[in-house]
Structures are given as structure tokens and as C-alpha cells.
């Protein structure tokens, strides 16, 4: 029996060491200040959990809290706020951009974006304010003079307006559905449902 039991450990030792090895996280930082990358108290492949200033400019591996800077760059997710001149995102965004110049997320989005000018590659919920707004797929609303969006769901309200896939309404000098069977283009209002 104790034959047994040593093998059987010996058995479940050696299987625990082919399983899937845990996925790494980058390390969290509570508070990150940066002059201008690379001089910064958090490093690049860090996570900021709490507060990060950037003075100039810095760069981390994700932000979730509150992050005010001339330049904000995250490689990954911002989860919070980021008030800058120009915000990057890599990842995704859940919270809110606020920028003097441009918010640029490569991921999807949650929240919204105010800016001169705003971009969100993937899909929002939510809204985007500023003189020019782009984005993929937006189940919310876009007020700027001009709204770039693949497909629409909610409402554009600017000076132009075009979507490929229109399900809502558009408010604006010229509105484009242009995937539209009939009324592609109409000044002043718009809508498909």
C-alpha cells in the first residue's frame, strides 16, 4: 500500500508539471512618474495600478486608475481616465480619453473620447465628441464635424456624416448610409431601422 501511495504521489507530482504553465501578468505599480521615456519610476513591461504623471512622456504595459500627462502611451488595456495632449492605447479602453489634440485606441473601446481629433480602430460603446471622429463599429453616438464610422448603431450628429451600416438616425449638413438600399445620401436627417 505504501508502494502504491508513493507512486500514485510521484505520478500526480509529474503531471502537474505538463500542465498549462500560468499566465504572467505584468508586474503593478501603484504610482508611476515619468519625465520622458525611458526615465520613469515604472518600467515599460510595468503595470500602473493607482496614479501615473507623465511630465513629457511615458510608457507602461497598462494603466488602470488615473492617468494625466502631455503624452500617455499604454502598450495594452487602460481601465480609468487618461487626460493628456495625446493619448495612445494599444489594447483596449474601458473609461474615458480626454485630449487637447488625439485620442488614438487600437483596440475597442468603452466609454468615450473627447478630442480635437479621436480614433478607436475596433468597436465602441459609447461616444466620441471632437472636430473629427473614426471609428469601426459604434453602438452609441458620435457629435463632431465630421463621424467616420463602418457601422452605426445610435446617433451622428455633425457636419458630415457617413457609415456603411446605418441603424439609427443621422443629423447633420450631409449624412451618408451608404449601405443603404435607397437613400444613401440625405442633407440634414437621416435614418434606417
Not at 508539471?17 to 501603484?30: I, N, T
Not at 474615458?96 to 473627447?114: I, K, M
Not at 457629435?143 to 446617433?155: C, R, Y
Request: a negative charge; aromatic letters at 10%.
Amino acid at each position: 500500500m505504501k508502494r502504491f501511495a508513493a507512486i500514485s504521489a510521484v505520478m500526480m507530482l509529474a503531471a502537474a508539471g505538463w500542465a498549462e504553465p500560468p499566465v504572467s501578468k505584468p508586474l503593478a505599480q501603484p504610482l508611476s512618474i515619468s519625465i520622458i521615456y525611458p526615465i520613469q519610476l515604472a518600467a515599460q513591461d510595468e503595470a500602473v495600478h493607482g496614479l501615473r504623471l507623465n511630465l513629457i512622456y511615458g510608457i507602461n504595459a497598462e494603466v488602470s486608475g488615473l492617468d494625466i500627462g502631455l503624452f500617455n502611451g499604454v502598450d495594452g488595456d487602460v481601465h480609468g481616465y487618461q487626460y493628456a495632449l495625446v493619448n495612445y492605447v494599444g489594447g483596449d479602453l474601458h473609461g474615458a480619453q480626454t485630449a487637447f489634440a488625439l485620442n488614438l485606441v487600437r483596440g475597442n473601446g468603452s466609454g468615450e473620447q473627447f478630442a480635437l481629433v479621436n480614433f478607436l480602430d475596433q468597436d465602441l460603446t459609447g461616444w466620441q465628441v471632437g472636430v473629427f471622429n473614426r471609428v469601426g463599429s459604434v453602438q452609441g453616438c458620435q457629435v463632431g464635424l465630421i463621424n467616420l464610422a463602418d457601422d452605426m448603431t445610435g446617433l451622428q450628429l455633425g457636419g458630415i456624416n457617413w457609415t456603411t451600416e446605418l441603424d439609427g438616425l443621422q443629423i447633420g449638413v450631409l449624412n451618408f448610409a451608404v449601405g443603404k438600399e435607397s437613400w444613401q445620401f440625405l442633407p440634414i436627417v437621416n435614418a434606417n431601422w
